[in-house]
Structure formats: structure tokens, C-alpha cells
């Protein structure tokens, strides 16, 4: 069929099959002006004098035309027939179109989310095989070399901070025991007692070791002055020797409510070990209230 360029209207001879009943965008060769063409849009043929222009660097196909004679007309030079050209239309690409802000938007975070979902990909595998040399590893662990990597996992001991915080809180938790626990310490340890004294700590409870044994009392007067005299033994039930600390008399009560609190130095300074001495004591006007005695040693 032949098709017109609708702006310079040049004429192309182009295959039936080339352009569908929908329709088919062409080129122009000459003027570059692009349309949709038709089949209903072809034109009758021209006659061979008429031009037909081409598409530059494409196959022509000549078509000759019979050569009409002139009735009634002498003899002259007839032109001989100009061949129509023939050639295939050329058919314009769609140029690619600019993609607009939000596709571009949407394709890089695409591909954001994709390399992201790469990464992750990647760190479970290196974490899966992390895993598998570690479970290879507790495989041919000892039961207490099993025991240490479940304190240290447990206490996550992996990172040198968190050992830093668990050694300060050992250290502070170890010395609030050896402070609370100084007068145990010092009755099984004897020498941790020089330790404590070294930080002005008391961890001796005054006469420990020391027992009363035998002790009466005796209530009389003299000189129209009430006394009440204590006496008894002291017995040493250690295996060292021990300084006999200031004796405490505590007069209480009926209902054991403190009247009267009296310190009195022995006369007896140490006692050696397993040994046992007596001791008495003179009390000048006590509460006259006094129903019960306690003895006991002071600092």
C-alpha cells in the first residue's frame, strides 16, 4: 500500500502486513515527522513520473510500470517509465521516558531493601556457623570446663566490662561478709583478729572463751550500808592464753528491767590455757529493787 506523509506528504510503498488494522506509528524520512498510519489511510498508486522519496540506507524495491501507448499521436520520444521505490517504513522506537521522582524513590528503596535483606542473609549464615564450631567445640568439653562456659555465658563474662563490674561487686559482696562475719572469722581464725585491729575493726567479743563457774551472791550489811558481795570462778575454755577484759554487773528486776549497771577491774589479769581462777566482788549500795544479777564482760 502507499501512505502519505501528512506534513510534506511524501509517498512510501510499504507492505500490507506492516501496518495493522489498529494502526502503526511511522516515521517520516524527510521531514521526521512521526504518525499513526491506517490501512484505510493508503492512496492509489502514481504514475511513474511521479516521485516517491525514500528512507536513507534502506533496501529499495523497484517496481516497473507498464509503458502506455498514445493513441492518435505521432511519432515522438516517450519517456521511458520511472520505477516506484519501494522500501520498508521505518518504525520509531519509543525513546525511553525520564522515570518520575517517586519511581526512582520507590526502585532505590527497593534495592535498599533488597541489600538489606542480603545483609541479614548473611549474618544468620555466619551466625549458623558460628554456632556449629561453638556446639563442636562444647562437644569435647570437659564436665568442668562445661560448668565454667555456662558461668560465663551466664554471667557474660565474654566482654571484659561485665568482668569488670562482677569483680567489683565480688570484692564489695566479700568484704560486707568479712565484716558481718568477723566475730565467726576471729573464733575459728584467731590471727584474723590482728587483721581487723589493723583497720580499727572490733572482731573479739570481750571475754570469749572466758566462762563463770560456781558464782553465788551474799546480801549483808555493814556499817548500816547495804552490800551484796559475788563471787565465783573464771574458767579459760580456750587452748590460748586470754586478758581478762573489765567485768560488767548488771542488777535487774523482778521483770528483768535494768536498775543498776556497775564495771569492776579484776584482780586477775590473764588466764592461761584450760585454766580456771576465782574471783569475788563487793557491791556498795546496790538497787534496793535488785532481783536478778547478770555478769558479763566489757571493753
Known amino acids: 500500500m502507499l501512505l502519505n506523509c501528512p506534513n510534506c506528504k511524501t509517498t512510501y510503498d510499504v507492505r500490507d502486513d ?44 523497484a517496481v ?24 520498508e517504513p521505518v518504525f520509531e522506537k519509543p525513546k525511553p521516558q525520564p522515570l518520575p521522582e517517586e519511581t526512582v524513590k520507590k526502585e532505590e528503596t527497593t534495592g535498599e531493601a533488597e541489600k538489606k535483606e542480603e545483609d541479614v542473609k548473611e549474618i544468620f549464615a555466619r551466625l549458623a556457623s558460628k554456632n556449629e564450631e561453638v556446639f563442636k567445640q562444647e562437644q569435647k568439653q570437659t564436665g568442668v570446663e562445661k560448668a565454667k562456659s555456662a558461668v560465663s555465658r551466664f554471667f557474660g563474662l565474654a566482654r571484659s566490662q561485665n568482668r569488670t563490674i562482677l569483680f ?10 568479712m565484716f558481718y562475719a568477723r566475730f565467726g572469722i576471729t573464733r575459728i581464725m584467731p590471727f584474723m583478729s590482728h587483721v581487723y585491729a589493723a583497720f580499727n575493726i572490733k572482731s573479739v567479743i570481750p571475754g570469749y572463751g572466758l ?39 548488771n542488777m535487774l528486776d523482778k521483770d528483768t528491767n535494768i536498775l543498776q549497771v556497775l564495771n569492776e577491774n579484776l584482780r586477775i589479769k590473764q588466764l592461761f590455757p584450760e585454766e580456771r581462777r576465782a574471783f569475788s566482788v563487793i557491791i556498795t549500795k ?3 529493787m535488785t532481783k536478778y544479777i547478770l555478769l558479763t564482760f566489757a571493753e
Open 211 to 249: 566462762e563463770f563457774e560456781n558464782v553465788t551472791r551474799r546480801e549483808y550489811e555493814e556499817d548500816y550500808v547495804a552490800k551484796i558481795e559475788i563471787k565465783g570462778f573464771i574458767s579459760n575454755k580456750t587452748s590460748s592464753s586470754i586478758n581478762i577484759p573489765i567485768l560488767e554487773i
Open 168 to 177: 567489683v561487686l565480688s570484692a564489695a559482696i566479700f568484704v560486707l561478709l
Open 286 to 288: 546496790p538497787a534496793p
Open 18 to 61: 506492516l501496518v495493522p488494522s489498529k494502526g502503526k506509528k511511522l516515521r517520516c524520512a524527510r521531514c521526521s515527522t512521526i504518525w499513526t498510519a491506517y490501512p484505510v489511510d493508503a492512496v492509489e498508486k502514481k504514475t511513474p513520473e511521479e516521485e516517491i522519496k525514500v528512507l536513507p540506507e534502506e533496501t529499495l524495491v
Open 64 to 87: 516497473e510500470q507498464p509503458q502506455e501507448k498514445i493513441k492518435n499521436a505521432p511519432d515522438m520520444d516517450v519517456p521511458e517509465p520511472q520505477p516506484v521505490i519501494r522500501q
